[in-house]
Structure formats: structure tokens, C-alpha cells
């Protein structure tokens, strides 16, 4: 059974850092591609950042230069580096491993960004 886990949401403060994690199991990790995505109440969920099974990755623009994602095929972990942020930045965050006619989803973390 596949089984993806986010962790690492929370309360943080604008300008402060955070880093989510994804643990997957129960599935052949290094061959799925992962991405990042996140939704905001009222808001279509969007994707932030992805990396290819082969390391190679993208972001949108709206947090290019702050968040960096990573991953760790010895560990079956994907992570999201979120630095410098925002109100804008709070949302649930979701972590989906895609390959081929795979798509898995995440059960989401919380993140939220307030002073």
C-alpha cells in the first residue's frame, strides 16, 4: 500500500523558514518524479516546486530563489526548503510522486505564515 506523509508544517513568522518533509513508503521512490503543491482557502492548488527522478527541478515564480526542494532516494523523502516567508506562503502544502499513470498524493501540512 502506498502511503506519502507530510510533515514539518506549523506557525511561523513572516521572513522566518521552514522545511516539510515527505515520506513515502510502499512504493519504488526513485522512480517517481515528486512535486510540491500547495492550496490556499479559496484557491486553486497550485504547484510550487518539482524534481524529476533524475534530480533535475523547477519552480514557480512566486518562490523561485526562496524555496528549495530536494530529495532523498536512500530515505524515500522529499523535501521542501521554504525560506524568506510570506503571508502569501500559508497554505496547505501537498506532496504527489507522479510516473507514468501514478499519481499519489499526500494527506497535506499546514503551513501558515503570521505575525
Known amino acids: 500500500q502506498v502511503r506519502l506523509v507530510e510533515s514539518g508544517g506549523g506557525l511561523v513568522q513572516p521572513g522566518g523558514s521552514l522545511r516539510l518533509s515527505c515520506a513515502a513508503s510502499g512504493i519504488s521512490f526513485g522512480s517517481f518524479d515528486v512535486g510540491w503543491y500547495r492550496q490556499a482557502p479559496g484557491k486553486q492548488r497550485e504547484q510550487v516546486a518539482f524534481?524529476?527522478?533524475?534530480?533535475?527541478?523547477n519552480y514557480a515564480d512566486s518562490v523561485k530563489g526562496r524555496f528549495t526542494i530536494s530529495r532523498d532516494n536512500t530515505e524515500n523523502t522529499a523535501y521542501l526548503y521554504m525560506n524568506s516567508l510570506t503571508p502569501d506562503d500559508t497554505a496547505v502544502y501537498y506532496c504527489?510522486?507522479?510516473?507514468?499513470?501514478?499519481?499519489?498524493w499526500g494527506q497535506g501540512t499546514q503551513v501558515t505564515v503570521s505575525s
Open positions: 504527489n510522486l507522479e510516473r507514468s499513470l501514478y499519481d499519489y
Open positions: 524534481i524529476t527522478s533524475g534530480g533535475k527541478t
